[in-house]
């Protein structure tokens, strides 16, 4: 059963980016204002991610690591709801299966902290002869899970990463996707051990700053706002993309669907489409898009790592939002 399961976990977790992507989708959900994150070895031997949220009660701990364990889907209704929030209590659960994981969590109405430590699902003693029962420790507000050596049970996978700095890089660019969304959070992430920050935002920062801090002056510079919305279509759309004064050589689009990083080549040619009509010598846009768009018109049961969205009324939708980028567009004077 344990290689099944490790099978499993391992279609979910292709890489430590993937882990690192459910860890902070589970941070922010938290409510929490700051998310620090450390790496070793691009992941493959430390991942750890230290919030300020809501943290984890001690009676939740035994099952926190069982699949399909979540806080997140209280009533029938909410399983229309969940939109793509997740993988329905599965991420933990994967994670415990191919990587020691230590969680360290205080609630605000716990006297101390709490450390669990978890293999294939269940609390494991943290030294041969301890307890495997969770253990007070002191600590703030807020939730650390420690990810050490991700596929140490799965050689072959673990073999298939020939260097850290890739996967740090990937790393890298999932924080900055969540730092420019995600506005008062403060964002810092950068290998274990290092003083220099790869990537660091302040919770005060605006979007158009987040970006800044993000992708540098040049791109936040020469940006315009458009956003956009329609009932009978059932969403909202906020974003922003370059103006025609600077263009980047491969279309870089950050989109986000109810809150959660995805991708869409659809989204991302058709905006691309309407930037170059501004452009005739070539070039192209560098696009941030928030898409809100009621959960029951989503489907997120498209490939376990859920990168591809599929959604109701798309092409209606894709069309409303170009509409709204091209009108803004025209109407800066370059
Ligand atoms: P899901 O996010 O789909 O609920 P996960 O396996 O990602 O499933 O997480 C399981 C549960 O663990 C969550 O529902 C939540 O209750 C709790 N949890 C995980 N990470 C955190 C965190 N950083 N802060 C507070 N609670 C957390
Ligand atoms: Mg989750």
Same mark, same amino acid.
């Given at each position: ?13 292709? =890489?430590?980016?993937?882990? #690192? ?24 031997? #430390? ?11 001690? /009676?939740?701990?035994?099952?926190? %690591? /069982? ?9 029938? /209704? ?11 209590? /599965? ?20 006297? %101390? ?23 007070? !420790? ?11 050596? #991700? ?85 909202? =759309? ?15 689009? #950050? ?68 509409? =709204? ?6 109407? !800066?004077?370059?």
């Amino acid at each position: 059963e344990s290689v099944v399961n490790r099978i499993a976990a391992g279609e979910i977790i292709v =890489a430590p980016v993937n882990a #690192l992507k459910e860890l902070i989708e589970n941070s922010v959900d938290a409510g929490s204002t700051s998310i620090d994150i450390a790496v070793k070895d691009g992941g493959l031997k #430390l991942l750890q991610i230290t919030d300020n949220g809501h943290g984890i009660d001690r /009676e939740d701990l035994p099952i926190l %690591c /069982e699949r399909f364990t979540t806080s997140k889907l209280k009533a029938f /209704e909410d399983l229309a709801a969940i939109g793509t929030y997740g993988f329905r209590g /599965e991420a933990l659960a994967s994670i415990s299966m191919i990587a020691h994981l230590t969680v360290t969590t205080k609630t605000k109405d716990s006297s %101390c902290a709490w450390r669990a430590v978890y293999s294939d699902g269940k609390l494991v003693p943290p030294k041969p002869g301890q307890s495997a029962d969770p253990k007070p !420790v002191a600590g703030r507000q807020g939730t650390q899970i420690t990810v050490e050596d #991700l596929f140490y049970n799965t050689p072959s996978r673990r073999r298939a990463f020939r260097s850290g700095s890739e996967e740090y890089a990937k790393i890298l660019d999932v924080v900055g996707r969540y730092a420019v969304h995600c506005g008062g959070v403060s964002f810092s992430c950068k290998k274990h051990g290092d003083s220099d920050v790869g990537l660091s935002t302040s919770s005060t920062a605006n979007l158009q700053d987040r970006i800044r801090r993000v992708h540098g002056s040049a791109v936040a510079n020469e940006l315009i706002a458009f956003d956009t919305a329609n009932k009978d279509l059932g969403f909202t =759309a906020k974003g922003m993309l370059s103006n025609a004064n600077y263009h980047v050589k491969k279309t870089t689009l #950050l989109l986000f669907i109810n809150g959660r990083s995805v991708e869409s080549s659809a989204i991302k040619k058709a905006l691309d489409a309407v930037y170059s009509t501004f452009l005739p010598k070539g070039g192209h846009p560098f696009v941030y898009l928030s898409l809100d768009i009621e959960p029951h018109r989503v489907d997120v049961n498209v490939h376990p790592t859920k990168r591809e969205v599929n959604f109701l009324h798309e092409d209606e939708i894709i069309e409303k939002i170009c509409t =709204a980028a091209q009108d803004k567009l025209a109407d !800066v004077d370059t």
